[in-house]
């Protein structure tokens, strides 16, 4: 058999049962997103989600997922190992940067031939530079996996881990692979599929060329678009027809209001539509009818660029920053263009240091990085006065996203990769160093002391007067942990009865006679014993006054 362990199920951040008002990063509909695909395109055997309850399953597919997505997902509690044999070949998969979390799991369950596999988004926080330096002592090996979605970002983690290992002697040097690999996005099945009721909505004329940007609006941690209004507004100076919309998420920054006086001020407002928080159906309406994308990134938050993706999965050529991960979407002149961008000079005095606190100097950065004006102006006149470039473009754009993000070939890609690794991994040289012995401090060692006594394996068991109530009402679930979803109240009365039945006998006893050859794992038996204790009907006095 061959499975995927995926450490968290995440829900759909745009769906409207779960939005609530909420912020929507590109990370969490990356998670979200991921999850789909590799349920629908990825060919393992079984998908491995721990903690996973029928209340889970059902909201899972209230958010989007489909019904045979959903039965793929097979449930493991969180406090134990997944149904897998030594023979299995293991993937341990997080949507986000915390492989050293994944390379504990894989020490608990022993399955040091599974390798780890995680992704990193934005990469611009000392965070990610002190999560690599915690890897270093993870346990992490060759076979483990670190994907990043573009050249620059990946060019950044290495300038990290460089950095880290001149700190750090040889057997420390940071261990996992990295591999590029971009962020998968959907493809719509056809591009115009709306009936052109967005020109009805602003009552534009059927012809009109709309310009769209879409993204997080903030001026600070995503993107300036100050200057796209200028460009805007030089080009309707010069009497071009064009429309341009401005959507996306505005939960946080509230930043439709500064847009709308700009636009007032540049005189372009009445050719200006800024679409705060749209929906999901919202969404796809305006990349279906919108003429071409434009996105003046200018900060290094952003690490590859999810919507530019998306759009020219529309069919969209796009006009965008020569930023990070957008230039290894867009290829100048082919299916968009690329507008230059510069640093100021006081960038040499800044330091990772600086954002330790607060964003304060980033975003500082941000506000002083020049995307080029002029250029974008005339790109954006180039697309709006030639309806066959943009087509052509679109055509071109639609095709790249296809072989390249498209979540089919993305899956199909994280296999590939997987299947090196599983190799690799199976060879005693990919065994995990010294340093991840440091999963295996017990917690009794680290925590011993915190209480009054340990419940020793030769303690005796007698159930109490409440045990032999709760005997008479089993469906009493009060002492039930809502994550216990592979125990059942039969467990904790079968347990109950033993004890009833030979009162006296010890853990020990206990333990092994009722997990020995059967369902019920002895880990098991040990917390459902403790959980019999916790609430008083078990005890280790014979004479108790509750009996």
Not at 231 to 256: N, V
Not at 449 to 463: D, L
Request: some cysteine; charged content about 20%.
């Amino acid at each position: 058999m061959k499975a995927l362990y995926i450490d968290q199920v995440a829900g759909n951040p745009e769906s409207p049962h779960t939005k609530n008002g909420q912020t929507i990063k590109g990370a969490g509909v990356f998670e979200w997103n991921l999850l789909s695909a590799l349920l629908e395109h990825g060919t393992y055997d079984a998908y491995f989600a721990p903690g996973l309850t029928e209340e889970k399953r059902q909201a899972l597919a209230q958010e989007g997922l489909s019904a045979d997505s959903v039965r793929r997902l097979v449930p493991v509690p969180l406090w134990g190992p997944p149904p897998i044999k030594t023979e299995d070949k293991v993937v341990l998969l997080t949507a986000g940067r915390f492989l050293n979390a994944l390379a504990g799991i894989r020490q608990k369950l022993k399955q040091f031939n599974a390798p780890v596999c995680g992704f990193v988004h934005s990469i611009n926080s000392p965070r990610i530079a002190f999560a690599l330096l915690q890897q270093c002592f993870a346990g992490l090996s060759g076979a483990d996996l670190l994907l990043c979605s573009s050249r620059a970002g990946m060019k950044t983690i290495d300038t990290y881990i460089n950095e880290i290992n001149g700190f750090l002697p040889l057997e420390l040097h940071y261990p996992a692979r990295r591999a590029l690999v971009p962020l998968g996005v959907k493809l719509p099945s056809t591009k115009q599929t709306t009936g052109g009721t967005l020109r009805q909505k602003f009552s534009l004329e059927t012809d009109a060329c709309i310009a769209l940007y879409f993204g997080r609006l903030s001026q600070t941690s995503k993107c300036d678009l100050g200057p796209l209004l200028v460009a805007f507004s030089q080009l309707l100076r010069k009497g071009k027809s064009l429309y341009l919309i401005i959507a996306g998420d505005d939960t946080q920054a509230k930043e439709a209001p500064r847009l709308q006086a700009l636009a007032r001020e540049l005189d372009c407002n009445e050719s200006l539509m800024v679409w705060a928080n749209p929906s999901a159906e919202d969404k796809h309406l305006l990349y279906s009818e919108a003429d071409f994308f434009v996105s003046p990134s200018d900060n290094i938050q952003e690490t590859f660029g999810l919507t530019v993706a998306e759009a020219m999965a529309y069919g969209l050529p796009a006009v965008v920053s020569d930023w990070n991960g957008y230039r290894d979407l867009v290829k100048d002149g082919q299916n968009g263009f690329l507008i230059p961008t510069a640093f100021p000079s006081t960038v040499e005095s800044l330091r990772l240091c600086d954002c330790t606190m607060s964003m304060l100097e980033e975003d500082l950065l941000a506000q002083s990085t020049t995307v080029d004006v002029l250029a974008l102006s005339e790109r954006m006149e180039q697309l709006a006065e030639n309806p066959e470039l943009r087509a052509h473009m679109g055509k071109t754009a639609r095709q790249f996203v296809e072989d390249t993000c498209s979540w089919r070939a993305v899956v199909r890609r994280y296999e590939e990769i997987w299947e090196e690794s599983l190799h690799f991994a199976s060879s005693p040289a990919s065994r995990p160093r010294k340093s991840g012995q440091l999963f295996d401090i017990s917690l009794e060692k680290c925590f011993g002391h915190y209480a009054t006594v340990k419940r020793g394996a030769e303690q005796r068991c007698f159930i109490t007067r409440e045990g032999r109530e709760w005997l008479k009402q089993p469906g009493r679930l009060y002492f039930l942990c809502r994550l216990s979803t592979a125990l059942n109240p039969q467990e904790f009365t079968h347990i109950l009865r033993h004890i009833a039945d030979c009162p006296g006998f010890s853990i020990k006893e206990i333990v092994a006679s009722l997990s020995n050859g059967a369902a019920l794992t002895a880990a098991n038996a040990h917390w459902i014993l403790a959980r019999l204790f916790k609430y008083g009907l078990v005890t280790d006095q014979q004479d108790s006054p509750k009996t």
